[in-house]
């Protein structure tokens, strides 16, 4: 069976060295043992000349090649006071290349930092950018409007939430990346394959792959990415199809987050990434609506992506993903800025009987997720004056007109709820209501697994696990179909209704990786503390991309919550949006234009900030004829509606093999296809300080109580007061540690014992306590004899608000009874006494029950009782040295350990 993995790219580092008469681009791996090099022209004034050299360089063939075109560029030979070849920028990538009325520029990334990790492939978000203007003075040709149009490019912040990565396809979703892997090892072994994957071989000769049929082997895979998502595919597209396929860099715009779930050290892996559409991207009220092609306003494909980081492999790790989306309604409408109204009025543009603009857009989506389609409209039905209620009974009519001709089973699914009316009413609980909409939606669609059930699910089986949708394919559960919120911003209700959404979707996704017995999580825990800090950094990106300010109201303002101070912060941010839209939307919709391509300079042509509208330029049947209307009543695309319920991006057909861009067959060590040596750098000092697994978001250290004693799982339900993020979930880090340190300062001294056992309820004092007073994690407990009146004794530091159970109506059976000394050994051996404790506690310790037999009954090995595996000599000999050097005393190196050292310096710095 061929095993199929992601090609990493091997050009992660870059250093732009300068001629006068050229640019020579070298880029390497990260251990620097692979290196490419391009060659850029700078002597043409217009045009791009861009040379791929397709050799492999080694480091030392690298520095004797830089070397020769030092010597061979100086002025005189023999002169060392002037290089010839002089060292310009340093980068981790290559964002494009762009002109605008002069010659082209290269856009480099020069700073990145590390947001998240899937699988041990590393997502990297961009802090900085350069750029290099190619042509040398001599041959410029100067325009007057060049600085203007670089300045309008600029302002398009590559810094604020653009995302890359090497080796994982950010512009696909986690199941479609996964399924693509299965999709050659089903092929290599198939006509269809061979004759399909001609074109989509590696067009260099020293990679080409092997088509023999039923070769076996280890195959390394590149696909194309989804340009739907890919803000810089116009910018690479001039050189698309002349360089290596590794020095092509796709970033996504949007947001990416990641946290980690501890359950009992487990450590499960929480991310959060939206991608935003580049078609027909804008601002606010500048772009509304739809375009003629079907691409709405503000799309943004938000996934979730639950693993267990404890196996990082795509093929032996426990992954699971859901996917939803967000967008203007699928219509041909506006609203009219200039008359200066915080709600202007919104009018709807074309009359489109037959539903074109939103079959199109229906279509991508089948094509892209599957069936069913569930919209979930959040606009409001009632109103005195006709304002959202427009586009609510425009949307009807297009989804019942359009749901005519497609098979029932097939069907799109309209869910209209007026939230604004529920948010106002103080008898109904909006959040529950949306919990029932999120369960029917989750079970209509399902969720990505890439297993098969767990045995526990079906020991413990339970009612919504039954009813589950989705389709089962290949050992792994497969989601179908997607949920299709909005709102008219898609920005604050759109959020919240997404977020219990994803809250359902998660329970699911942690009860089918066997975390937790029942796929239902509860409010006020840790794991959804976590996620709705997520889901609320989330919203509040989007929200600054698209409206140009933070989001109004939160989870927390729907469920009535919120502090006193959050209207006034939902009054700033309604101003803060307010002046956005009046006053720089429109150089931000400039900015985007240029920056996506939308709009091209070109001499004799308007300028762009001459332009009175952008309507034609996203509207492409204004100013050309596009291909013929599709049918009004047959408006899906054939394949797509014979594969469903699957979506058609997903099946193994002979049109999406060929979008495989990159088939190379590689051994089993290959560094290509290593996930293990680019995720662990073995080659070079790692620093736990640095380590981004233990600076990310964490349940135990940022969510969990400090003076949690009694259950530390990030399921239990606690109150408001006693995690630590709670009062500080809206505030910026700033202001956050600014806060921190007036709560330490500000706390009372530790109270003593007797104090702490005659104190009301009242229990705030001892929640700001760190060191001071015992906490529950270190209070002994004491099992005494069991008669008539049977006790439970513990030391009188406990906290006041633990319940005392003082009447117990029958005996513990004698199971029961063991179980629980157990327990009580098991707390006491992970626990270290407080010096405090022991000294007070003495006579109570010295009393307590030993257990000397095993805690586990369990007669083979697992996760409670592991047998120990008999150790080598090599292996204790080694163990032993290792503890040896940690006291300071050195072995002396063997012959074989001087050899390898040797070794490894000449290959490195020789």
Known sequence: MPTVQPIISCVQKLVLYETRARYFLVGSNHAETKHRVLKIDRTEPRDLVVIDDRHVYSQQEIQELLSRLDMGNRTKMGQKGLSGLSKTVSAFGIVGFVRFLEGYYIVFIT???????????????????????????????????????????????????????????????????????????????SESFAHGGQDSFDIFEDEGAATQAGSAGHYGIRNEPYFKYTWNGYMLEKVKAAVHHNWLLYIIHGFCGQSKMLIYGRPVYVTLIARRSCKFAGTRFLKRGANCEGDVANEVETEQIIHDASVMSFSAGSYSSYVQVRGSVPLYWSQDISTMMPKPPITLDQADPFAHVAALHFDQMLQRFGSPIIILNLVKKREKRKHERILSEALFSAVTYLNQFLPPEYGIHYIAWDMAKYTKSKLCNVLDRLNLIAEDVVKKTGFFVNHTDFYSNSLRPHDRWNELGGFIHNKCRL???????????????????????????????????????????????????????????????????????????????????????QHSKDIMQTLSRYYSNAFSDADRQDAINLFLGVFQPLEGKSHLWELPTDYYLHHKNTVALLSPKRSYTHWWTPDVLMNLPLPYDEVPCTENLKKMTVIKKTDKSDEEIDVYTEFYRPYELSSFDDAFCLRMTNSAKDFMPKNVGIDPSPFTIRKPEETGKSMLSNKTSKEETVLQRKTVASAPPP????????????????????????????TPVKVTEFGENTKITEDSSQSPREVRITNISGLPSEDDLLIYKRFVNLGQSQRKVDVHCQQSSTKHLDSMMTISEPASLFLRDSIYEVHLAALDAKSAQIFTSHIQTGKGIIQPLCREDLILYREYIKSRYM
Not at 756 to 773: H, Q, W, Y
């Open 111 to 189: 700073k990145r930092r590390k947001v998240a990790d899937i699988g041990g492939h590393s997502i990297y978000k961009i802090e900085d950018t350069t750029n290099v203007y190619i042509p040398n003075d001599s041959v410029r040709i100067a325009h007057p409007d060049e600085a203007k149009y670089v300045r309008i490019f600029q302002s398009v912040d590559l810094s604020s939430n653009f995302y890359f990565s090497y080796s994982y396809d950010l512009t696909h979703s986690h199941q479609f990346n996964l399924t693509v892997l299965k999709m050659p090892s089903e092929g290599l072994k």
């Open 479 to 565: 989601q179908t179909g997607v949920l299709r919120t909005n709102c008219v911003d898609c920005l604050d209700r759109t959020n919240t209704a997404q977020f219990m959404v994803g809250k359902c979707a998660l329970a699911c996704q942690l009860y089918a990786l066997g975390v937790i017995d029942k796929p239902r999580l509860q409010f006020d825990t840790d794991a959804v503390r976590l996620f709705e800090e997520l889901y609320e950094d989330h919203g509040d990106t989007l929200s600054l991309q698209y409206g140009g300010s933070q989001l109004v109201h939160r989870v927390k303002t729907y469920r009535k919550i919120a502090p006193w101070t």
């Open 751 to 778: 109270p003593s014992e007797e104090a702490v056992s005659s104190s009301s309820e009242d229990d705030s004092g001892t929640d700001k306590e760190e060191d001071g007073a015992v906490s529950q994690r270190s």
